[in-house]
């Protein structure tokens, strides 16, 4: 066995700056590219609620993370997400999204222009 295969995708992975996901389609579109990824991190299979890597894949959904500057235009992104199945029967959790470091589920991307800032 060649494990090298499951090493494609770092490159992309590493020029859009997303740890732990995939390139799995660029598509080329009037405004841009329009990169497709999808999340190889295994943690991210993780129940939130008891930590229980989930094996069973419930259905997904695309998201837009963010877009990316790249090569003078900008590089959109869908993120494909997945939900899960909580392997663990005790569980309260029956389902989740999965989530990663990179983009927590249910985050906002921060607003341009800098933080909130308290004022008086
Ligand atoms: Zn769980």
């Not at 732990?20 to 080329?28: C, R, S």
């Not at 939130?48 to 890597?53: E, F, I, K, R």
């Not at 869908?78 to 909580?86: L, T």
Request: with cysteine; glycine share 10%.
């Amino acid at each position: 066995m060649n494990t090298d295969d499951t090493c494609t995708h770092t490159d992309s992975t590493l020029l859009l700056g997303l740890e732990g996901m995939a390139v799995i389609k660029v598509e080329e579109t009037e405004s841009g590219l329009v990169v497709h990824v999808a999340t190889t991190e295994e943690a991210a299979r993780a129940c939130p609620a008891c930590g229980v890597l989930s094996a069973t894949r419930k259905g997904g959904r695309v998201t837009r993370p963010r877009q990316l500057p790249y090569d003078g235009g900008v590089v959109e992104t869908r993120w494909h997400k997945s939900r899960w199945y909580c392997a663990e029967r005790l569980c309260p959790r029956t389902s989740f999204t999965e989530q990663t470091r990179q983009v927590p589920a249910g985050a906002r991307l921060p607003a341009q222009g800098g933080g909130r800032r308290a004022e008086r």
